[in-house]
T-cell receptor, first 116, second 111 residues
Framework: AQSVAQPEDQVNVAEGNPLTVKCTYS??????LFWYVQYPNRGLQFLLK??????LVKGSYGFEAEFNKSQTSFHLKKPSALVSDSALYFC??????????????FGKGTRLSVIA | GAGVSQSPSNKVTEKGKDVELRCDPI?????LYWYRQSLGQGLEFLIY????????KSGLPSDRFSAERTGGSVSTLTIQRTQQEDSAVYLC?????????FGPGTRLLVL
């Protein structure tokens, strides 16, 4: 079975400081990994994904994430946080062994608050 | 281009009534998914359509929930005899490759 853990319900960071939102995963095979962001009263917006290749993935709005197979982690990072980054962030996984475009398994979400 | 659209954006209903939620996927996307987002439960998979294959209904919480996808495009999620625990945001997503793109959701409140 696939699972995703986001150990922090809330992350607070000062504007201009680097931010990290943590994610660890569990799959039987190799993973597809995703980060989505949700602003208030909005749906989920795709940020970035890891399928294969370079472990450091760059995505929208200056975000990046590093795939670490040995630690089964896929932490989301940004060098300099903006107040507008304040939102709810979801990590998600799909097992590569599953054929077709199968559903994602999501973490519980981490609320990021960037303080001016 | 146009993204995934959902209607209505908000729905308030009385316990015991039936509701229908609609999803218009991105044109050309063969896969369509319904998820539910509720407090304390996070994002739960409900049902998944892939092309002309039989849908994966493994996430539906009870037989009061059903969904169909007509002509490989628009999908309707139906909840019969709604209960208060059905109150949640219902999200639809579509994909052609690995990435799922989400609509804005329908916020359902069952009184």
């Amino acid at each position: 079975a696939q699972s995703v853990a986001q150990p922090e319900d809330q992350v607070n960071v000062a504007e201009g400081n680097p931010l990290t939102v943590k994610c660890t995963y569990s799959v039987s095979g190799n993973p597809y990994l995703f980060w989505y962001v949700q602003y208030p009263n909005r749906g989920l917006q795709f940020l970035l994904k890891y399928i294969t290749g370079d472990n450091l993935v760059k995505g929208s709005y200056g975000f990046e994430a590093e795939f670490n197979k040995s630690q089964t982690s896929f932490h989301l990072k940004k060098p300099s946080a903006l107040v507008s980054d304040s939102a709810l962030y979801f990590c998600a996984v799909r097992d590569l062994r599953n054929s077709g475009n199968t559903p994602l398994v999501f973490g519980k979400g981490t609320r990021l608050s960037v303080i001016a | 281009g146009a993204g995934v659209s959902q209607s209505p954006s908000n729905k308030v209903t009385e316990k015991g009534k039936d509701v229908e939620l609609r999803c218009d996927p991105i044109s050309g996307h063969t896969a369509l998914y319904w998820y539910r987002q509720s407090l304390g439960q996070g994002l739960e998979f409900l049902i998944y359509f892939q092309g002309n294959s039989a849908p994966d209904k493994s996430g539906l919480p009870s037989d009061r929930f059903s969904a169909e996808r007509t002509g490989g495009s628009v999908s309707t999620l139906t909840i019969q005899r709604t209960q208060q625990e059905d109150s949640a945001v219902y999200l639809c997503a579509s994909s052609r490759g690995e990435t799922q793109y989400f609509g804005p959701g329908t916020r359902l409140l069952v009184l």
